[in-house]
């Protein structure tokens, strides 16, 4: 029988974490809301300290502002519905509002990994290439990249949204997430999923596992190059700052392979919705720490501008 793109359904219940007690919610809603803000506070710190200060004009802390930039919306796409219902009776989602959710967070997500492999070019450049960093990462070229991975991730999920909108909702809509992902929304679907699941499943895992293999080519490098360092100062400060970002790698690739490039079926959804937090607020929670707060040379850069601040409201005092 041929599909139609109609649908019976005109909103969702997400189920999150409606089991718990209301003690706890109300507990995690507080944790949660506090880390949202910690993290969008410290992402616009870093996107307008790059802005005003000339010392950070250089291509590592563009790419560090646009991440910066990028993980403020992805974290927003998912963590203010998570907070609202933990305090709302009413879980809902319009249908419309729950495909655009899943639209936006596998576009920024897709954007994001393809961040981190140009991320780790730049730190490869820098550190087994220092003589032509400044050649090779010149403003045009770094540019062409930052638009490069928007415009990718974007056209790359607009093409998997476009198979989603074959899909038709007729039966049951509650879902067993804290927002839109993709396999519960297959498990509701009454049309025939197998296909749609197998591309999306496919379309995922090349781009997870393509931009893993590239970051961790550029890292390798830069792990040799480390080692050549004469001096054991210098190799335990440069160990220190891949151990430090290696571990935000592994949270980001960790939980996507777990949650997309994985077997069907491999995993129940409850561990799903355990996984996704890492990705959704762990992870962006620990980036701006990990790329930009802990930098000596940002740390500089931000008791300057508070100094300024300080000195220019102490005259009206």
């Known amino acids: 029988m041929a599909e139609r793109n109609e649908t019976a359904v005109s909103e969702f219940i997400l189920v999150g974490f409606s089991s718990l007690g209301e003690k706890l919610k109300i507990f995690l809603f507080l944790v949660l809301l506090l ?48 907070m609202l219902n933990f305090l709302s009776i009413s879980r809902t989602i319009s249908f419309h509002g729950c495909m655009a959710q899943s639209f936006f967070y596998f576009a920024l997500g897709g954007t994001e990994l393809a961040f981190l492999v140009v991320m780790s070019f730049d730190r490869y450049v820098a550190i087994c290439r220092p003589l032509q960093y400044a050649t090779v990462m010149e ?25 989603f909108s074959k899909l038709s909702f007729c039966g049951p809509n509650v879902i067993n997430h804290f927002f839109c992902d993709n396999t ?24 997870v596992l393509s931009s893993l293999g590239l970051t961790m080519l550029s890292y390798v490098s830069i792990l040799f190059s480390i080692l050549r360092i004469p001096t054991a100062t210098g190799r335990q400060k440069a160990f220190a700052t891949c151990g430090s970002h290696l571990t935000s790698l592994a949270i980001a690739y960790g939980s996507c392979i777990v949650l997309y490039a994985r077997p069907s079926g491999s995993s129940s959804l409850d561990v799903n919705k355990g996984v996704a937090l890492l990705n959704t607020v762990l992870y962006p929670f620990l980036n701006p720490f990990i790329y930009s707060l802990r930098n000596k040379t940002v740390k500089l850069a931000l008791r300057e501008m508070f100094r300024l601040g300080t000195e220019k409201l102490l005259p009206d005092l």
């Open 184 to 207: 519960p929304l297959f498990l509701l679907s009454c049309s025939d999923t197998s296909r749609v699941r197998r591309v999306d499943s496919i379309l995922i895992s090349i781009l």
């Open 139 to 163: 403003q045009r070229f770094c540019i062409q990249l930052v638009l490069g991975t928007w415009v990718g991730g974007f056209m790359l999920m607009s093409l998997r949204m476009l198979l």
């Open 35 to 82: 880390i949202y803000l910690i993290t969008i506070t410290g992402n616009v710190v870093i996107i307008f300290v790059v802005w005003v200060n000339p010392r950070l004009h250089s291509a590592m802390y563009f790419f560090i502002a646009n991440l910066s930039f990028l993980e403020t919306w992805f974290t927003s796409v998912t963590s203010p519905k998570l």
